[in-house]
């Protein structure tokens, strides 16, 4: 399970008279979606809901009297890695400082949420690197988003996801993520919204994708596999399973190869963010990962 602790009923943002820190409620939590939607961050439909169902503490709103002005989530996988996002701040209220005490509750919760060394990720954007190295993150390298318009393809002989393989596809993904995830992502690759797809080579699982819904067309994530050519399989597979409407891709820099790809299918780069971490850096198999499953989430 997720750890969970209580972030405090409006517990007093001692920098900020007549501000405080507070769960959020479930209209907030759609707020702050529409927030990120706003920012052109584009959510999934379900991304938040999801989070939200697994960890309802993670979502704190920043108030002034009874109205949400900022808020993020401190999302933790079960107390052994977490991960900051949807840090968001209305923007009349920005430049003020205000946004900078959020940021460090935020981190403070985070903190409180995990073990002892726990590390801690975020997707920042680019402008805002130089603040979050200073909160005590490291850079580790950049993930580009990718737009297109998905194509109809011939069948790539993928394997729809059957929850009968769940454990298998949690051993495979493993090694794409700081520590276990599997309650998060039997939630993901299980959401019936969710295009979820896998490839298996002599009986074993070597990739699998996911595709989701989004405000604007769909967003792929994650898409690992042991291959370019077994990723390339997944996203064709996927794309033609919504041909015809925009497509999303986040992939990580360091990965020329998921990169090629996005070239290959005639995507343009249109966003991006550093991921940064705070205390280790976790060995994640970047070279193999062809589509970041979230900014918000890891």
């Known amino acids: 399970m997720t750890q969970r602790s209580p972030v405090g009923h409006y517990a007093p943002a001692m920098d900020l008279p007549g501000y405080s820190f507070e769960t959020m409620t479930p209209a907030e939590v759609l707020t702050i979606t529409q927030w990120a939607a706003d920012e052109q961050w584009n959510p999934g439909l379900h991304d938040v809901e ?21 808020g993020g989530s401190s999302f933790s996988y079960h107390g052994e890695f977490g991960f900051v ?14 946004g900078s005490v959020l940021w460090n509750h935020l981190i403070t919760v985070m903190r409180s949420r995990l073990s002892p060394g726990a590390a801690i990720g975020i997707d920042g954007v680019f402008n805002v690197v ?9 850079f580790a390298y950049r993930n580009l988003r990718f737009d297109g318009v998905a194509s109809p393809a011939p069948d790539q002989g993928l394997v729809p996801f059957v929850p009968t393989a769940f454990d298998e596809l949690v051993a495979y993904d ?27 080579e002599h ?22 596999a042991d291959r370019p050519d077994i990723a390339e399989r997944l996203l064709v597979g996927l794309m033609a399973t919504v041909a015809g409407q925009p497509v999303q891709l986040d992939v990580p820099e360091p990965n020329a190869a998921a990169l090629a790809l996005a070239g290959k299918f005639s995507m343009t780069e249109s966003f991006g963010t550093a991921r940064m971490y705070n205390g280790s850096t976790p060995q994640i198999a970047v070279d193999r990962t062809y589509g970041v499953t979230s900014f918000e989430f890891g």
């Open 50 to 70: 999801i989070a939200h169902a697994l960890d309802p503490d993670a979502f704190i709103s920043l108030r002034h009297g009874d109205e949400m002005v900022g």
């Open 85 to 98: 996002g949807l840090f968001i701040m209305r923007p009349d209220l920005r430049g003020q400082g205000i």
């Open 130 to 138: 130089p603040f979050y190295e200073k909160t005590g993150f490291s």
């Open 174 to 200: 493993q090694p794409f993520h700081a520590v276990d995830r599997s309650e998060f992502l039997r939630a993901w690759v299980g959401h019936p919204a969710f295009h979820t797809a896998t490839v298996v």
């Open 203 to 224: 009986g074993h699982l070597v990739g699998y994708g996911c595709l989701r819904p989004c405000r604007s067309g769909f967003r792929f994530g994650p898409v690992v």
